[in-house]
């Protein structure tokens, strides 16, 4: 349920259907069909519908939503003309993101068109497009629809995007020797070149496409949303801000606004929280590492027994496609005699509520690959991180965790993983005093985005220009 708006943003809601005839004014989503970009999205559209807009929702074939589950929205197919999912491999998905941006920008200008004519021109406000849809961004900016940019990364994250084309002429990037991951990325402290976006010196162009085109998108538009806000991100903010020609809406974390948005694209296994009740307080280690992220078998031992041999009680998330180069859809399996060592301490799911296994009192610890959303959710609910980053912005979400919130630390430091050295950072987190500080941190955290997200916090009343931005387009 998304909560209703307070006072402050029901004025901005209010003015939703005013001065067009009463009128309700729509608005034009396109997630990225990726879960973490398709949960903020969706979120995104509660915060919108809650505040009076009605909302249409178009979408690929590839990962498309359930729209049973969603009868206050209209969806709008857009076929992608692809045959099958990408590999999780991190080039395979910046590959097939950009070839879903041309494999839909026809189709997507007919669908657009089709709408405007049904709606009335006058009566649809923008679209507001993924970061990484700049194709779409065009299509609509020639067919005179103003558009906003949804980037689901962090502030520092987008910075990095910017000023990229800058780092690779300082020889940043590409990186030519494992020796220069470890330089302090001057211009953006507290990189290093590793926390960057980077594939390596094969994937670079790949990289500097994909990043070039999210600048784009949002140098087209008319605002850039984020799901971060101003006590987590403020310099980073006021430096986007600086650097960018467009309003930037921190409007986060949006999972506090609009919670359970109702995106999942597996299947939630909820008898993981009645386990969670009969848990003492703060004792589970809860672990996910999203929906891309793969690890090799071997480390998928390593993590298992290495859990096992800590002695914490833990929920952990296997979903199918876990380990690197297995089809999507595969389980993957567990060690031999891991669920007898650990039986009675332990509960593996496919798929899990995170948003309520994190809110849960039962829940200590987190040990993540560090996706953008599940840090926010994470620090939103107080709870300390153990970090295990895999690609694309988690080194630098991992970076920020340890260094500047210090709500957390890495484990394994991007090398190979060994039991011992999971035992020991489990048990680091979940029962040492430095965990304990970490977790007052978060604590504090968690205070602070209340505070935003609260009655006339900062994120409250990003949200109020956000829509009273949106229909004065
Ligand atoms: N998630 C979930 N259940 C799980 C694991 C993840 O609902 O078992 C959700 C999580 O709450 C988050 C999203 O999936 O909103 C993952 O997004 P994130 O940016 O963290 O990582 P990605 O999957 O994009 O790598």
Redesign the pocket.
């Known amino acids: 349920m998304t909560p209703p708006p307070s006072p402050a943003v029901e004025g901005a809601a209010a003015t939703a259907s005013a001065g067009h005839g009463g009128r309700r004014r729509h608005v034009l989503l396109f997630p990225l069909p990726?879960?973490?970009h398709i949960?903020p999205m969706f979120r995104l559209a509660g915060v919108l519908h809650a505040r009076g807009c009605a909302v249409t929702v178009f979408h690929t074939r590839f990962n498309g939503p359930d729209a049973a589950r969603h009868p206050e929205y209209r969806f709008v197919p857009v076929p992608d003309g692809m045959s099958g999912a990408p590999s999780v491999a991190i080039d395979s998905v910046v590959k097939h993101i950009l070839a879903l941006n041309d494999a839909c920008e026809a189709a997507f200008r007919e669908r657009l068109a089709a709408v405007l004519a049904e709606y009335s021109r006058d009566a649809v406000t923008c679209l507001v497009a993924d970061a990484h849809l700049l194709r779409m961004v065009e299509v609509a900016r020639r067919l005179a629809v103003p558009t906003l940019v949804l980037r689901t990364g962090s502030a520092a994250c987008f910075a990095g995007f910017v000023a990229y084309p800058l780092l690779c002429d300082k020889g940043y990037l590409p990186v030519q020797e494992s020796s220069e991951l470890d330089r302090p990325v001057r211009e953006l402290p507290p990189y290093r070149v590793r926390d960057l976006m980077h594939m390596g010196s094969d994937g670079h162009e790949l990289v500097c496409e994909l990043l070039a085109r999210a600048v784009a998108a949002v140098k087209l538009s008319s605002g850039l949303i984020l799901n971060t806000f101003d006590a987590l991100e403020a310099p980073e903010l006021a430096k986007l801000r600086r650097d960018l020609a467009v309003p930037v809406f921190d409007i986060g974390p949006l999972h506090k606004f609009s919670p359970a948005a109702g995106g999942?694209l597996l299947r939630?296994n909820r008898s993981c929280l009645e386990w969670l009740d009969v848990q003492a307080p703060e004792s589970v280690l809860y672990v996910?590492f999203?929906?891309?992220?793969c690890m090799g078998g071997r480390e998928l031992d390593e993590t298992a027994w290495g859990i096992a041999g800590s002695g914490v009680p833990f929920l952990w998330?296997v979903?199918p496609g876990l380990v690197c180069g297995r089809a999507p859809d595969e389980p993957a399996r567990l060690p031999e005699g891991f669920e007898a060592a650990t039986r009675g301490r332990g509960v593996v799911v496919e798929?899990?509520?995170?948003?309520e296994v994190l809110r849960h009192r039962a829940v200590g610890g987190f040990w993540t690959?560090n996706?953008?959303?599940?840090t926010a959710?994470s620090v939103c609910e107080g709870v300390p991180m153990l970090c295990r980053p895999h690609f694309g912005d988690q080194m630098g979400n991992a970076r920020y965790v340890e260094h500047v919130w210090k709500v957390g630390f890495e484990v394994g430091d991007g090398g190979e993983l060994e039991r011992g050295t999971v035992e020991a950072a489990i048990r680091r987190l979940m029962t040492g005093s430095d965990g304990a500080e970490m977790r007052t941190r978060a604590r504090e955290l968690k205070m602070a985005a209340a505070e935003c997200t609260g009655n006339a916090g900062s994120s409250e009343l990003a949200i109020v220009r956000m829509v009273t931005h949106i229909l004065s387009l």
């Open positions: 990726y879960q973490g949960n999942s939630e996910s999203g929906s891309l992220a998330v979903r798929w899990a509520p995170q948003e690959h996706g953008w959303n599940s959710e």
